[in-house]
């Protein structure tokens, strides 16, 4: 093995790591930003937001995911700010 191919592999080891962190990110933010439709919109949009930026920045391999993350993100505070604006709650509201 020549002294060459050790930094190589290590640093392919690191790139495949940094992928995989970017698709989890993509992966979470999504789900967040769906559940954050139903509840707690103001804590999981924003999560939801920063995830799928962070993923595209890190070059996921799931980009649409990532964006997806970005647009639920951000429609689960849309969604906050007019049911703010409807009936003054910051909760969904059965009654």
Request: proline share 4%; aromatic share 4%.
């Amino acid at each position: 093995m020549s002294p060459h191919t050790e930094p190589r592999n290590a640093a392919r080891a690191r790139v495949r790591a940094s992928t995989r962190d970017a698709d989890a990110m993509a992966v979470t933010g999504f789900v967040l930003g769906l559940v954050g439709l139903l509840v707690m919109n103001l804590v999981l949009g924003p999560v939801a937001v920063v995830l799928g930026a962070l993923a595209l920045h890190r070059r996921t391999t799931r980009p649409g995911r990532a964006q997806l993350a970005i647009a639920l993100g951000l429609t689960d505070v849309l969604v906050l700010a007019c049911l703010v604006a409807a009936d003054g709650t910051w909760s969904w509201s059965l009654t």
